[in-house]
């Protein structure tokens, strides 16, 4: 099983120094999210809210940097780090901007990028950009083939009911392909991911029953896909106190990869200064390794 640490919520600038411990430490890699802004008016109804109203349960000051970016200077201090999207918005944006992005980050992070997808929830991003919403998750299942396409050497091109590229060389183009996962636990979203992608991301985190019921609900998926577990990797989530018995049994399950956050454990007060915040913070990873991931193996 491989440990990823989720850095969202994290400040942006304490990234870098967590990603270099995680390196060191035997993480497997960070798990990236993404959003475009924090709009001010905002209507949409986020998909996992416990609000009345719909509300995102996180503030308006909260950073999202861009994924891509994130990934291309992460990789430059980083040696073994794998980098997901959990998830990447990629029908927010359009075709050929995610694929040179994409494939950009990919070549620089000498094919550690693994691309997590979703459909979003935030019609306000779409709007801003130019793209259509109501569409979405159609464009989607096509822009997956169509990345797959577009990421080879030489003369490349994709004819689509909603994406037409003609002829182009778009360098540099990966050396290897670069895994895409579906994001989501709706029907269509299960659909997606094991049907057209290379594995799955859990939609969230929730005490141990949810993640069972979670990765019920792929294995599900996928036996009524008509395909197996093998080279398909599941990225599942658990909140409950870390132990490696417990996580051992996941792995047996054929979960291949947990997502945690040990960092978030740290509770100091505001005026802490930002060196001791990070160093405890850091020095919690440190135990979550020596205590689960040495253990899990």
């Not at 979203?189 to 992608?197: G, H, I, K, M, Q």
């Not at 990225?235 to 132990?243: F, G, H, I, Q, R």
């Not at 417990?246 to 945690?260: E, H, I, N, P």
Request: aromatic share 10%; hydrophobic share 45%; net charge negative.
């Amino acid at each position: 099983m491989r440990f990823h640490q989720g850095v969202t919520f994290l400040p942006t600038h304490e990234v870098v120094d967590l990603a270099v411990a995680s390196d060191d430490l035997g993480y497997a890699g960070l798990m990236i999210s993404d959003h475009i802004f924090n709009a001010r008016e905002l209507k949409s109804r986020y998909t996992y809210s416990t609000s009345a109203d719909g509300s995102p349960f996180w503030g308006s000051d909260t950073e999202w940097p861009d994924p891509m970016c994130f990934v291309s200077g992460l990789a430059t201090v980083t040696r073994n780090l794998l980098f997901t999207t959990g998830v990447f918005i990629a029908p927010a944006r359009d075709l050929v901007t995610v694929a040179k992005s994409v494939g950009t980050a990919a070549v620089l992070s000498s094919n550690r990028l693994r691309l997590g997808v979703g459909v979003g929830w935030c019609e306000e991003e779409f709007v801003a950009i130019g793209q259509e919403f109501s569409n979405r998750g159609k464009r989607l299942d096509e822009m997956i083939v169509a990345l797959r396409a577009l990421w080879h050497e030489g003369w490349v091109e994709h004819h689509g009911t909603y994406y037409d590229i003609p002829a182009c060389k778009m360098l540099p183009a990966p050396s290897a392909p670069v895994p895409i996962y579906g994001g989501g636990g709706s029907p269509m979203a299960l659909n997606r991911a094991v049907t057209l992608c290379d594995g799955w991301i859990t939609h969230g985190s929730g005490p141990e029953e949810h993640a069972w019921d979670q990765l019920a609900l792929i294995k599900g998926a996928l036996a009524e896909a008509g395909r197996s577990s093998d080279d398909f990797a599941i990225y599942l989530a658990v909140n409950a106190k870390p132990d490696a018995d417990l996580y051992k049994r996941f792995a047996d399950a054929g979960v291949t990869d947990m997502l945690c956050a040990p960092w978030m454990s740290v509770q100091l007060p505001p005026d802490t200064p930002a060196a001791k915040l990070l160093a405890a913070r850091v020095e919690a990873c440190v135990r979550f390794s020596d205590e689960v991931i040495d253990k899990v193996g």
